[in-house]
């Protein structure tokens, strides 16, 4: 059973810093593109960043260019997305996703992930 399990949330002041954590298991991930996503209040649930599990590509949406990093630790089984320079629009609740599609030089849809975690909630104070 595939489980993706989010943590690292929490409430923080702007220009503050996070670090979500991404415990994915059930499967071996490796051909996977992983993803964290964000839905605010009212809004749709709308594409952070990604990465290939077993590469260096990136793609970040453009409003988190320079301030998130999205990485990956292998021994753990954990993706991580590192939240810095936070502003009270990036205030969302966080979900990680993987998709079986290599994302190789496109951004996959969100109907293409196939395993969404629970999310966790990131609040941040002006």
């Known amino acids: 059973q595939v489980q993706l399990v989010e943590s690292g949330g929490g409430l923080v002041q702007a220009g503050g810093s996070l670090r979500l954590s991404c415990a994915a298991s059930g499967r071996t991930f490796s051909s996977y593109t992983m993803g964290w996503f964000r839905q605010a209040p009212g809004k749709e649930r709308e594409f952070v960043a990604s990465?290939?599990?077993?590469?260096?590509?990136?793609d970040y949406t453009d409003s988190v260019k320079g301030r998130f990093t999205i990485s990956r630790d292998n021994a753990k089984n954990t993706v991580y997305l590192q939240l810095n320079s936070l502003k009270p629009e990036d205030t969302a609740v966080y979900y990680c996703a993987a998709s079986p599609i290599r994302a190789w030089g496109r951004r996959l849809e969100r109907s293409e992930y196939e395993y969404w975690g629970q999310g966790t909630q990131v609040t941040v104070s002006s």
């Open positions: 990465m290939l599990w077993s590469d260096t590509y990136t």
